[in-house]
Every structure is written in structure tokens, then in C-alpha cells.
């Protein structure tokens, strides 16, 4: 299994803040790297795939970079309704793996 | 628009089995893998396996081979994940989702399974 692990675990910003989450595969995924957001309750939502293409109707502020086995997430300007916890997703091997999560919080 | 529509809320006691069910609509079900993704309480999201409804070709995560079986009726357009003998650490929401040429692209509103004596 190809594990993820993700950094940091939680974080707290303000609205405004730039906010950076990193992911690390434990061996080359090329770019097969999709993030998503889950609010509390609700079913996880596709942000990213591809490491850096946005999913239709996701808001610009937020971007993925990243090849190999080093990703980020970034929200440019974090807004009340970013407040979530994100995953990174490896989806390279013929078994895909979830990261652990970033709970991000005011 | 595409829809996955997952089975009912479940409380079951330990032994027992029991099959839940994900029906997609509104594009082509066959063309598209289906994947099962776990979340235990106040945990993170686990990749549980994934079918290919055209084909039935499907493929589970090493920690949950054996532990389930995922399924699918193309022409129900219905996927499926069950278990023969169900445990109280299988008490979590299941959550399936379509896998487009990458990612999970939409998802199912989850299926509480709760597993108590």
C-alpha cells in the first residue's frame, strides 16, 4: 500500500489567511494526487485532481500543486465556509490510499 | 445531474450480515467505477475497494480483503457492500462514490451502520 501522510493534522487561521496543507506519499505518484474537503455531516467534496486541476464549480482560491511524492493544497484567502477538514488522495496504485486529514479551524 | 442514492440507516448485533446498497443515475453506470470509502466515528476517510459495474472487475483495499464483499447489478444500476458476519468495530458511515478518470467525483449521502449487542 502506498501510504500518505498528511501536515499538519489540524491548524487554526483567520479569514483572510493564506493557508497551506502539505501531503507526502511514501513513493512517486506522479500526479495522481486528488484533494477534497469534508464538512461535519456532510459527504466529502472533490477540490482537486490531478494534483493541480480544479473541479468544475470550486472556487479559484483554492489550488494544488506538486509531483512525485510532495503535494499542497492552498486556499489563497480562507472564507468562513472553508472552515473543514481536508484529504489528500493518492489514486496511482492499483489500490488507493487516503491521507489522514487536516482539520482547519478558526 | 448524476446522483448516487445509498440504502437506509442500519443497527444490526454482531454476527449478523447485512448488504447496503448505492444507486447511481442520471449517466452511463457502466462506464464508471464505484468505490466504497469508510469513516469510522470522529475518524478519517478509509478506501474500502472499488467495482467496475460493465465488467464486475473489482479491487479491495489489503485491510479490507476478506472483511467485505463489493457488488454490483448493472442492470439495476446498483452497487453493493456487504458483510457475512458483521462486528461492533463496523459500526461507521459508508460512503460510495463514482470514480471519474481520477478522483471520486460524486459521492453518496452516506450509509450509518451501527453494529451493538
Redesign the interface.
Given at each position: 500500500?502506498i501510504q500518505m501522510t498528511q501536515s499538519p493534522s489540524s491548524l487554526s487561521a483567520s479569514v483572510g489567511e493564506r493557508v497551506t496543507i502539505t501531503c507526502r506519499a511514501s513513493q512517486s505518484i506522479t500526479s495522481?494526487l486528488?484533494w477534497?474537503q469534508?464538512k461535519p455531516g456532510k459527504?466529502?467534496?472533490?477540490l482537486i485532481?490531478?494534483a493541480s486541476s480544479l473541479?468544475s464549480g470550486v472556487p479559484s482560491r483554492f489550488s494544488g500543486s506538486g509531483s512525485g511524492t510532495d503535494f499542497t493544497l492552498t486556499i489563497s484567502s480562507l472564507q468562513p465556509e472553508d472552515f473543514a477538514?481536508y484529504?489528500c488522495?493518492q489514486?496511482f496504485g492499483?489500490?488507493?490510499?487516503?491521507?489522514?486529514?487536516t482539520r482547519v479551524e478558526i | 445531474e448524476v446522483q448516487l442514492v445509498q440504502s437506509g440507516a442500519e443497527v444490526k448485533k454482531p454476527g449478523e450480515s447485512l448488504k447496503i446498497s448505492c444507486e447511481g443515475s442520471e449517466y452511463s453506470f457502466t462506464n464508471y467505477w464505484i468505490?466504497w470509502?469508510r469513516q469510522m466515528p470522529g475518524k478519517?476517510?478509509?478506501?474500502m475497494?472499488?467495482i467496475h459495474p460493465g465488467d464486475s472487475d473489482t479491487?479491495?483495499?489489503?485491510?479490507f480483503q476478506g472483511q467485505v464483499t463489493i457488488s454490483a447489478d448493472k442492470s439495476i444500476r446498483t452497487a453493493y457492500l456487504q458483510w457475512s458476519s458483521l462486528k461492533a468495530s463496523d459500526t461507521a458511515m459508508y460512503?460510495c462514490?463514482r470514480?471519474?478518470s481520477?478522483?471520486?467525483?460524486y459521492?453518496?449521502?452516506?450509509t450509518l451502520v451501527t453494529v451493538s449487542s
Open positions: 500500500d495522481y486528488n477534497y469534508q459527504a466529502p467534496k472533490l485532481y490531478s473541479q477538514t484529504y488522495q489514486s492499483t489500490t488507493e490510499t487516503f491521507g489522514q486529514g | 468505490g470509502v478519517g476517510l478509509e478506501w475497494g472499488i479491487r479491495y483495499s489489503p485491510s460512503y462514490a470514480r471519474d481520477e478522483a471520486f467525483d459521492w453518496g449521502q452516506g
